[in-house]
């Protein structure tokens, strides 16, 4: 009867049920957005939080990822690949500095809409990306929404690229930036006495 119940709820609402089996423990308020199923029953939730996979099969805990630490997520040959960011390091300015961890592989025998919604989401978390060379490689500078922190600058080296480099051209970006938007509050309060 429950089943029925949520449903039913679901409709009213606009949100999906929360799937049975699902192994996570969502936030108050946090709600399902889409899911999907994987061999043996697992589950992957969209949320308007982030992207919860499975326990890998080391027994860990289901684990979410937050939208704006989502680096990459990929739908082909029946799975998901999620690239995540770590924060690394927060750098002056504001700046954070990303490591990539390595790609999970998640199939998935039942996606739903996951594929779409994963995307929908990934793709609204970015407000601006932009590569740029520093010394002897490159940078990726995204500007991402952060729940709770508004537009934060994400800074993610390419690979060999010197690490103090990146740094210094960071966080002279974030300064630029957070001057920009002071400028731009100070304008808006200006007018707003005007």
């Known amino acids: 009867m429950s089943g029925v119940l949520d449903r039913l709820g679901a409709m009213l609402t606009g949100r ?110 970015v407000k601006d990306s932009q590569h740029h060379e520093v010394a002897d490689g490159g940078a990726w500078f995204v500007q991402r929404r952060a729940p709770g922190a508004g537009i934060v600058l994400h800074v993610r080296p390419d690979p060999g690229t010197d690490l103090d480099a990146v740094r210094s051209v960071a966080a002279g970006v974030g300064e630029r930036l957070q001057a920009g938007r002071e400028a731009e509050r100070s304008r808006t309060i200006g007018e707003a006495r005007g």
Not at 35 to 41: K, L
Not at 54 to 61: N, V
Not at 78 to 85: D, T, Y
């Open 16 to 125: 999906e049920p929360m799937p049975e089996g699902f192994t996570g423990t969502l936030d108050e308020g946090e709600r399902v957005i889409a899911d999907g199923r994987g061999p043996r029953g697992s589950i992957v939730l969209a949320t308007d939080l982030g992207l919860w996979l499975p326990p890998a099969a080391s027994g860990e805990a289901a684990v979410r990822i937050a939208w704006h630490l989502v680096t990459k997520a990929t739908w082909a040959g029946g799975a998901l690949e999620v690239i995540e960011a770590q924060e690394a390091e927060e750098l002056d300015g504001g700046v954070v500095l990303l490591a990539d961890l390595p790609p999970r592989r998640v199939p998935l025998t039942d996606p739903g809409k996951l594929p779409e919604t994963v995307h929908r989401r990934v793709t609204a978390a």
